[in-house]
């Protein structure tokens, strides 16, 4: 499929991609639902540094993006909970290639 | 290699990485770099958008990741060109995913 790109259509897919992972939050975010369900406290205990202001925010675009579910138990009080979509397991091969790349990234760091 | 680490771990190599290209142009930049040394001005001709000051500092950054050379030929006026390093090219297993979820995602976007 890559061949018949041309660059502009790369680098708009790229683009793309960029602005769906964009920032430092994001993928880490998705990565400590891996385990399940969660709550908003939950996740912010779990991404070290993140603001609940900006947790909300990531948590509405990553929603947009088809990512992350949200779910609201009619309990008292509501319970609000969030999960990965399937869909959201289509990224696995790009974070693991960035994990990948980070991990000898350090290596060739530390090369004289 | 991935089974092998902790969450920790992924996370930790998941941050070198995104730390490294990080941002809306620090790829952009490569793949405009793909087709061989640039000057300066047609690399900001060629990354649309992008400020002398912005080019400048993502370049340096580039450079100090061993994504790039910066070469000084001793002309008059001297010429500074800039091109990609052969380690860059580790980075394109995963700049492949990039723009295949990419092209995907705007499909997935796209259904009702």
Same mark, same amino acid.
């Given at each position: 499929?890559?061949? =018949?790109?041309?660059? !502009?259509?790369? @680098? $708009?897919? %790229? !683009?793309?991609?960029?602005?769906? @992972?964009?920032?430092?939050? +994001? %993928?880490?975010? %998705?990565?400590?639902?891996?385990?399940? /369900?969660?709550?908003?406290?939950?996740? !912010?205990?779990?991404? =070290?540094?993140?603001? /609940?202001?900006?947790?909300?925010? =990531?948590?509405?675009?990553?929603?947009? *993006?088809?990512?992350?579910?949200? +779910? @609201?138990? *009619? /309990?008292?009080?509501?319970? @609000?909970?969030?999960?990965? /979509?399937?869909?959201?397991?289509?990224?696995?091969?790009?974070?693991? =290639?960035?994990?990948?790349?980070?991990?000898?990234?350090? $290596?060739?760091?530390? +090369?004289?």
């Amino acid at each position: 499929m890559l061949e =018949e790109l041309t660059i !502009q259509q790369k @680098i $708009k897919y %790229l !683009q793309d991609t960029l602005y769906v @992972i964009s920032g430092k939050w +994001k %993928l880490l975010i %998705l990565m400590s639902m891996y385990g399940g /369900t969660c709550r908003f406290r939950e996740l !912010q205990r779990s991404v =070290e540094g993140i603001t /609940t202001r900006v947790l909300s925010k =990531e948590l509405k675009e990553l929603e947009v *993006n088809k990512l992350i579910e949200r +779910k @609201i138990d *009619n /309990t008292y009080p509501v319970l @609000i909970t969030y999960q990965l /979509t399937p869909y959201s397991f289509s990224l696995k091969p790009m974070v693991d =290639e960035m994990i990948t790349w980070g991990a000898q990234h350090r $290596k060739e760091l530390s +090369k004289p």
